[in-house]
């Protein structure tokens, strides 16, 4: 059965998860470090789960700035080695820390159909690519998997919320009603753009504690692919 068409002339589009496998690296980082702690008599579970609460709190006071990984994995070292009255080795907490750098130095995997579906609305949308992170390590993600060419403005942010969309909107003369966000993430882009009133896709994927977040409304579409996208705009 033919899908209805959404009336529509502006796609935000977040770019970690969304269009690139920005989760998988983290996620190979996070074994990587669990199971070096472990070698060294630390508990993975814990390791894993303090990792998340350091890293949390050095999000909400840095934001994603690219060097806040790596010191959140070394914290994370040092703290067990403390409460465990164990001596810092300085080599072994380098070696964690560059498991961090990793994350940046690897090229991310694209989101299956990625170029197919960017090249067919770039073609009738105005698409806008509103993204989290460090500039250039966000910049370097475009350049490297060619998708900034398909985005007439692109906006990397420290945090994704309300008045950051709201100066996107205002700044382009957006009308909400035709303007859709389309994102992985209830926190950074389906909440903040429900409570703006503008329309929103969420697109689930791999996700993080920091990213755990209810709706707060039904008022949205979801679906199951990047590629879905295609039968309703």
């Keep these: 059965m033919q899908k209805e068409r959404i009336k529509i002339k502006t796609i935000i589009f977040d770019l970690d998860d969304t269009l690139i496998k920005t989760s998988k690296l983290y996620n190979q980082a996070r074994e990587e470090f669990s199971l070096l702690m472990e070698n060294f008599g630390f508990k993975k579970e814990e ?69 197919f579906v ?8 105005f698409l806008i690519l509103a993204t989290l992170g460090d500039p250039q390590v966000q910049d370097k993600k475009l350049q490297l998997t060619g998708l900034k060419k398909y985005f007439s403005a692109v906006y990397v942010l420290r945090y994704k919320n309300v008045e950051e969309y709201q100066n996107i909107l205002t700044e382009h003369k957006l009308n909400k009603k035709d303007t859709w966000i389309v994102g992985n993430s209830v926190r950074s882009d389906l909440n903040p753009g429900l409570k703006l009133g503008i329309n929103c896709i969420l697109i689930p994927y791999l996700s ?22 295609l039968d309703y705009l």
């Design 118 to 125: 960017l090249d067919t609305l770039s073609k009738k949308y």
């Design 208 to 229: 993080w504690k920091f990213e755990e977040e209810e709706p707060l409304s039904e008022n949205y579409l979801q679906l199951d692919s990047l590629e879905e996208l």
């Design 47 to 115: 390791a894993l789960a303090k990792l998340d609460e350091i890293d949390i709190n050095y999000i909400k006071e840095y934001g994603f700035v690219k060097e806040r990984y790596p010191l959140s994995l070394g914290k994370t070292y040092e703290y067990f080695c403390k409460i465990n009255g164990e001596k810092i080795n300085p080599v072994l907490k380098k070696k964690i820390e560059d498991i961090g750098w990793q994350v940046f130095r690897q090229v991310p995997e694209l989101i299956e159909d990625v170029y």
